[in-house]
């Protein structure tokens, strides 16, 4: 069982930055697919982001394309996006989820691909 925890959320203006992490509890962090979702209230979680095990590749939803980057350590049993350059459509909660089996298509993975996910952190972007 593999827990997640978010952090790094909060309100930002646009053009700024932030930082989330996930750090994850348990066995095997280093072979589990992370990925970042959001979701804002009446949609569907959508992609932002994912990273294989080992951190070679990492694959983005095109409209972070350029301004956010996904990163991991697995010694830290942590992932990360920052974000640069946000605007106020980034507005959503944003949720770090975990995979141990492949992803067929990972520059558009699903939400259900993913075992694990954690309780989510918000981030507001003000015009």
């Known amino acids: 069982q593999v827990q997640l925890v978010e952090s790094g959320g909060g309100l930002v203006q646009a053009g700024g930055s932030l930082r989330l992490s996930c750090t994850a509890s348990?066995?095997?962090?280093?072979?589990?697919?992370m990925g970042w979702f959001r979701q804002t209230p009446g949609k569907e979680r959508e992609f932002v982001a994912t990273i294989t095990w080992s951190g070679a590749n990492t694959y983005y939803a095109n409209s972070v394309k350029g301004r956010f980057t996904i990163s991991r350590d697995n010694a830290r049993n942590t992932v990360y996006l920052q974000m640069n350059n946000l605007k106020p459509e980034d507005t959503a909660v944003y949720y770090c989820?975990?995979?141990?089996?492949?992803?067929?298509?990972?520059?558009?993975?699903?939400?259900?691909?993913?075992?694990?996910w954690g309780q989510g952190t918000q981030v507001t972007v003000s015009s």
């Open positions: 989820a975990a995979a141990l089996r492949p992803i067929p298509t990972m520059s558009a993975p699903r939400d259900y691909e993913y075992e694990y």
């Open positions: 348990g066995p095997s962090f280093g072979s589990y697919v």
